[in-house]
């Protein structure tokens, strides 16, 4: 029963640095196409909390990943990379029952 808590606690974290990617990858098209000005101080101050949670997460992935030039594919593997580890915990810990 405890396995089974620590994987519905490691999927919700894992839920909530995925919503962070992709909130990241929104206000960088709204930054990007002239949307929100980064000159507003909410918006930068959204933009730089959310780079500094995802950075030291996102870092090693664009280490490994080649150079695909002006397209970032770093959040597409890392939320593939976190999809995949919150299906090995969840059957991990539903086989242990």
């Known amino acids: 029963m ?3 808590t620590l994987s519905q606690i490691i999927g ?3 839920s909530i640095v995925i919503v962070l990617v992709i909130a990241q990858f929104v206000l960088s098209l709204l930054i ?8 507003n101080d909410f918006v930068a ?6 780079n500094a949670l995802l950075d030291p ?6 280490k490994i990943m080649p150079n695909t030039g002006a397209i970032d594919f770093s959040p597409l593997v890392l ?4 999809n995949i580890i919150d ?9 242990a029952m």
């Open 79 to 82: 939320i593939i990379g976190l």
């Open 2 to 4: 405890l396995l089974i």
């Open 12 to 14: 919700y974290l894992i």
């Open 32 to 39: 990007s196409f002239n949307v929100v000005n980064m000159q």
């Open 87 to 95: 299906i090995v915990v969840r059957n991990l810990a539903y086989s």
């Open 57 to 62: 997460i996102l870092n090693p992935v664009r």
């Open 45 to 50: 101050a959204i933009w730089r909390a959310v």
